[in-house]
């Protein structure tokens, strides 16, 4: 009696069709990590979500309406600052939140009413930020 093995071998084909799929997977990755944020106003995210909806987005503005949570990690035991703030730009506002480490030896950029800032972030219909310049 004869011994088969179901399994066949993959065609170069198919190989080549799975490399292409593992190299557009690893280009769309770093496009989307190197590539700078689109800048824009916060009038336009509330305007068109669809376009910008879990996109990275460059907003600039002024602070307003700031306070933050900090606690120290569960499993971590690491000391962490979640900023939540407002952004007004002039054309609108959006609420945005900010985690960062915090504590000794951590230089987390730390925020204020007021602070005339570039943020970076993920729009959900907020803003998770990235990351903050202040100006």
């Known amino acids: ?5 179901s399994r066949k071998e993959p065609t170069m084909t198919e190989m080549m069709m799975k490399l292409a799929g593992v190299l557009m ?6 496009v989307s990590t190197a590539w700078p944020a689109e800048p824009v106003t916060i009038n336009s995210l ?3 979500p669809e376009v910008y ?8 503005g002024t602070v307003r309406n700031y306070h933050m949570n900090h606690f120290i990690g569960h499993n971590t035991k690491l000391e962490k600052c979640i900023q939540h703030f407002m952004v007004d730009d002039g054309t609108g506002t959006i609420q945005a939140s900010y985690a960062t480490l915090c504590g000794s030896g951590v230089n987390p950029v730390m925020l204020q009413d007021g602070d005339r800032i570039t943020i970076e972030g993920h729009y959900l219909g907020t803003l998770d930020v990235r990351s903050v310049r202040k100006h």
Request: charged share 20%.
């Open 25 to 30: 997977l690893t280009f769309v990755l770093f």
């Open 1 to 5: 009696m004869q011994n088969h093995d």
């Open 53 to 60: 909806r879990m996109k990275v987005v460059q907003v600039e």
């Open 46 to 48: 509330f305007t068109y």
